[in-house]
Every structure is written in C-alpha cells, then in structure tokens.
C-alpha cells in the first residue's frame, strides 16, 4: 500500500513533458503545472503560429502567458524528495536505439507507446493521455508507434497523404489530387489499402493451399519410397530363389540382374529424396512469405503497407501443383521375366540377358517433366519421319527421301486404305509435324492391313489413334469411337508422344501451339507413325 501511495505521489508531482519531478513549477490558466523550462521550451516551438496550448488538455491562450514560480507547490517537492520521493521511471521505459521514442519528451526521452497519424507525432503512456481522454484528439488515428511518420507527409505542398494515385501508384495529398495529378484515378489511402488487403488474403490462401499441396505430395512421395524398397526387395528374393536353382553359370546371371535392380532402386530413391527436399525447401520458403504477409496485413499505417506492399510479391511455382505416380509394376515384371528363364540353359540366357536388364531399367516413379509449352521446346524433341514404300496403298506415290505422299497406282500393303506407316518406331518422348493429310495417327505395328474393314482402318481399333483433320473440323478416333475436337484449323499439325507416360497430343501449329486433343493411357508396344491422305509431306524440323 505504501509503494502505491509513493508512485501516485511520484505521478502527481512530476512534469507531464519530461516526466521528471517538477523543477521550478509554474501553472497555466487551465490549472496544469510543468517545468518552468519544459512548458517554455513547448511555447517555443508554437511562436510561429501565435497561440499556446496546454499539452495536457489542448487549451489555448493569446497572448503568450507570463508565468511566475508557484512557490507553495516548489516548496512541496522540495518536502517530498526529503522523503526519497523519486521521480525517474524504470530504465527499461526509457527509448533505446531500437525504440521509437516519444516525442514531448525532453531530455532522457520514453518509449512511446503510440504514433498518431493526425499529429504525426509519438507518444508516452504519459502524453498520450490527451489522446485518450480529450474528445476532438480521440478522433485521431492511432497506430504502433512508428519512425516513419515523416514520409506521410506531401513533400511538395507539406500535407499529409491521405489519398493514393492509382495511375502513378503512389499516395498523395488532397492538393497533389487537383495539381499534377488531376484526372487520375484517385482513391482514399484507406479504400486502396482495403482492396490491397483483399488481394492479399487471396495470395495468402494460395500460399497456403500450395503448402498443403506440396505437404501432401512430400507424404505420397514417402510412401512411393516405400512401394519402391517393398518391391524392389520382393523383385530380389524372387530373382534370387530362382536363380539359385541354377549352377554356376546362372549364378552370374543372377548378379548381373540384382545388380542392376539396386542401381536402378537407388537411382529412383534418389530422385525422389531430391524433389522431396525441394518441396519441403519450398514448403519452408511458401511459410516465410506467409508470416511476411501476415505481418503485412497487420499493418495499421496505410503509406506503409502499400510502400510495402509490391515488394511482397509471391513467385511463381518451379513444381507441378502435384505429384501423380505411375503404377509401380516393373520390379514384379523382373521376376516374371526371370521365370521365363528358369529351365533355359547357357543361350537362352544369353539371348534373353538384355530384356531382363531393360525392363528393370524401366522402373520410373515419377511421371516425367510437364508438357513442353512452346514450339521451340516441343522442337527439343524433334523426330524425322520416314515413310515404308510397302506399306502405302496401291494408289499412293512416295517422293522427296520417303516424307512426301501423293497418289499412285501400285503398291502391296493396306489394301482397302490410303495409309502408310513410318519406318522408325517411336519409344520415350517425340515431336514431328505434318502438312496437309487426312488422318494424323500413331498405331502398332501389328495392325491389320489387309482388306478394307475398320480393323486396318486408323482409329477404328485398339491398336491405333488417329486425328481426323477435315476442311473444317476435327475429329479424333480410337477403338470406332468418335470424338468432336474443337480449336484453330490449320495446314500443320504437330504430333507429341511421350511414350513411356502414356501422353499423346495433337497441336494446330501456327504462330503459337494449340493443344486440339489429348490421350492419357498406356502404350504396350512401341509406336509407328501413321497418315491417311490426298497429300501429306512429313516436315523436316528447325
């Protein structure tokens, strides 16, 4: 009880601008006393504009006051600091280099507590204290306590900035909005801070969906670790059980094969630890631009979010927005593979030694890189086509090295159809185009070509895919089903297959790539190129 009535007694008798026990105590007319020295040193400050104000009440006087020492009151401090009265607060209150300090304060200056907007001043709890109690200074704007005040203010004309150019990006003061910046599109600071903050709780949102898309990804990237181990060793026992029913000579056999299963398991282990460590390594970066964010929105000064503002800008994803995984089946078509072995003796195996080894080397987790986007990176892929003179129809005339077709009258292959296929089989990831044509296809070798039913006809099977490029539309067919196709008709099409993904894709080729058509399955046989036509010309790619 005694600490409390020695800190009110401190309160009452200290100087309201220094914070210090009076020193030479005068009263204004309004009744507050101070430092002879502090309220002068204030009045200083306000001689160019001709009226005096209280700091404590906002009261005014004209002329100047003469003050004169309130004896009675000097003569009571002087009593009560014989009691060990003390009058300076706690170190920890006053303004370090790191804090904004307040204002009103002379000499040893306190942390403020709060800036004021309106004022474009900081305050102590002491000298905010106006702010709080008087009714036209409760009006202000009231923020944490700020360094940056200053750049609130108009350079030009002196005025704070309360609006904001949208033109020029910039705020601006009320006279700058009918000055230089007449017939802009102007808003109030606070209507484009609010807008601002809208956008930014949707960068928010997206940050935050693409973290939980990436925690999500890293965790199914775990379990593919673990389906890829789990299979790998069950391809190894089983290998490992059957080659040890032979002798010595399939014991070597049967390294050559673990061998390359652990080579190929490390390889995809790896690749997956290193893009797990990517996304988490963005996982953590996403974060750090969300407390950014955060902190951002939370900002109560207006110049100073949108000063901020642009430089908060969220970059673009260098993944895919999610990780799709193939079925993992190859490790198990290993051991079938080596069953087949079993029973064969020393040229069997080395007849069927390099199947075993490319079919292990086949095990790919991970789907392959996005889809090129440009024509210059499809051309990254670029595959020249040749054509089969003994696979067009009678009434087709091969020229220019076996890429151009026209009619003719003689040939033995697809009997009943205008069609071709190509010599080059086409495995992992291609790109060619084609002018001109009728149907744009890939399909197996062992597609029927003799007769004129629809089982040699491109699209109308299991066994082939076909673009059908009319004059003024697009129909795409497999297996007899027919598929409307819209986009821009043109005189090339570009053909892309990533053969191992299962992706085949149609673009119209002209200034830009327009995807007309694409096909997500599984190839099972290499793929030839195939085109039905009246005229077609395979392009040599640039």
């Known amino acids: 009880m005694a600490q409390q009535e020695n800190q009110l ?67 009571l401090v002087e009593e009560l600091k014989k009691t060990g009265l003390q009058a300076a ?14 204002d009103i304060c002379t000499g040893r200056k306190l942390k403020a507590l709060k800036s004021c907007l309106v004022c474009l001043a900081s305050y102590c709890e002491k000298h905010l204290q106006p702010h709080l109690q008087s009714a036209p200074l409760k009006k202000h704007k009231l923020v944490e306590p700020s360094e940056k005040l200053q750049e609130n203010i108009c350079s030009r004309h002196d005025e704070v900035m309360k609006m904001f ?34 956008e930014l709780g949707l960068r928010r949102q997206t940050i935050q969906q693409r973290v939980q898309d990436r925690e999500r990804d890293v965790k199914l990237l ?90 908060l800008t969220l970059s673009e994803s260098t993944h895919s927005s999610s990780i799709r995984i193939r079925p993992l089946r190859n490790f198990e078509d290993v051991t079938a593979a080596v069953s087949q072995v079993r029973g064969r003796l020393q040229d069997i195996l ?3 030694e390099t199947d075993i080894l490319q079919i292990v080397s086949q095990v790919d987790v991970l789907l392959p890189q996005p889809e090129p986007k440009t024509r210059a990176d499809f ?5 020249e086509i ?22 003719s009258n003689h040939s033995d292959r697809f009997t009943g159809w205008c069609q071709f296929l190509s ?16 149907d744009v296809a890939v399909t197996y070798k062992n597609i029927s070509i003799a007769g004129n039913s629809h089982e040699c006809e491109f699209g109308y099977n299991d066994k082939s895919w076909s673009l059908y490029c009319g004059g003024n539309s697009y129909y795409f067919y497999y297996n007899n089903i027919e598929t409307p196709v819209s986009g821009p008709l043109s005189s090339r099409v570009g053909v892309y297959l990533d053969h191992s993904a299962g992706v085949l894709s149609f673009y119209s080729v002209s200034d830009t790539m327009t995807l007309l058509h694409r096909v997500q399955t599984t190839f099972t046989q290499p793929l030839y190129a195939g085109v039905g036509v009246n005229y077609y010309e395979c392009c040599k790619l640039k």
Not at 168 to 185: G, M, N, R
């Open 9 to 75: 007694d401190r309160e009452r008798f200290c100087c309201s601008i220094c914070l210090d026990l009076l020193k030479d105590p005068v009263t204004t007319g309004c009744g507050h006393s101070y430092c002879m020295s502090c309220i002068n040193t204030h009045w200083d400050k306000e001689e160019e504009r001709g009226s005096y104000s209280c700091p404590q009440c906002g009261q005014t006087f004209t002329p100047r006051p003469l003050l004169e020492k309130n004896t009675m009151l000097a003569d």
């Open 89 to 102: 607060p706690a170190d920890h209150c006053y303004a370090g280099p790191e804090d904004v300090a307040c």
């Open 165 to 198: 150019c949208r033109t020029d990006h910039q705020c601006i003061c009320y006279l700058c909005s009918v000055d230089e910046h007449k017939d802009h599109d102007i808003v109030s600071a606070a209507a484009e801070r609010t807008e601002r903050q809208r």
């Open 222 to 311: 775990q379990q593919e670790v673990e389906a890829v181990n789990g299979s790998a060793d069950k391809a190894v026992k089983d290998s490992e059980k059957i080659f040890t029913e032979l002798i010595c000579l399939l014991e070597k056999r049967s390294s050559d094969v673990n061998q390359q299963i652990r080579s190929q398991q490390e390889t995809e282990v790896s690749r997956v630890k290193e893009l797990q460590e990517r996304l988490e390594q963005e996982i953590t970066e996403l974060k750090r631009k969300d407390h950014e964010l955060k902190s951002l929105s939370h900002t109560e000064d207006h110049n100073q979010f949108l000063h901020n503002y642009p430089s």
């Open 350 to 352: 080395s007849e069927t």
């Open 379 to 383: 051309l990254k892929y670029s595959q």
């Open 386 to 407: 040749t054509l089969v003179p003994n696979t067009a129809d009678e009434l087709l005339l091969l020229s220019e090295g076996n890429r151009r077709v026209t009619y």
């Open 423 to 438: 010599r080059e089989s086409l495995t992992g990831r291609c790109y060619w185009e084609v002018i001109g044509g009728v």
